[in-house]
Nanobody
Framework: QVQLVESGGGSVQAGASLTLSCAASGSDFSRLVMGWFRQAPGKEREEREFVAIINQYGGFKDYHESVKGRFAISRDNVKNMVYLQMDALRPEDTAVYFC????????????????WGQGTQVTVSS
């Protein structure tokens, strides 16, 4: 079973940048579709918002409309890592960010993804 561990969160001012990392254990990482979600303060788990997705070899990427042009997802299949580069951060980006893994792009949603990390907090102040 793959396990995911996020890191890289923190407290920053609006306009700053952060890079989140997600380390995956196990030998099947290159077979997994990876995604980032976020859960804003006061929201329930079922309300986690999709942020970004990358397929197994990085040929397909997609983003929530609110982060397009500011966030970039990437992966390193040698290191078993996935990253989320976040630029021009806004207060509305404040949330706990979660890494998720699925076997298909179609399954990358909060209700169907079965492998999650523990989350990393990102706080953006104005």
């Amino acid at each position: 079973q793959v396990q995911l561990v996020e890191s890289g969160g923190g407290s920053v001012q609006a306009g700053a940048s952060l890079t989140l990392s997600c380390a995956a254990s196990g030998s099947d990482f290159s077979r997994l579709v990876m995604g980032w979600f976020r859960q804003a303060p006061g929201k329930e788990r079922e309300e986690r918002e999709f942020v970004a997705i990358i397929n197994q070899y990085g040929g397909f990427k997609d983003y929530h409309e609110s982060v397009k042009g500011r966030f970039a997802i990437s992966r390193d299949n040698v290191k078993n890592m996935v990253y989320l580069q976040m630029d021009a951060l806004r207060p509305e980006d404040t949330a706990v960010y979660f890494c998720a893994a699925t076997t298909t792009v179609a399954m990358m949603n909060v209700n169907r993804a079965r492998i999650w990390g523990q989350g990393t907090q990102v706080t953006v102040s104005s």
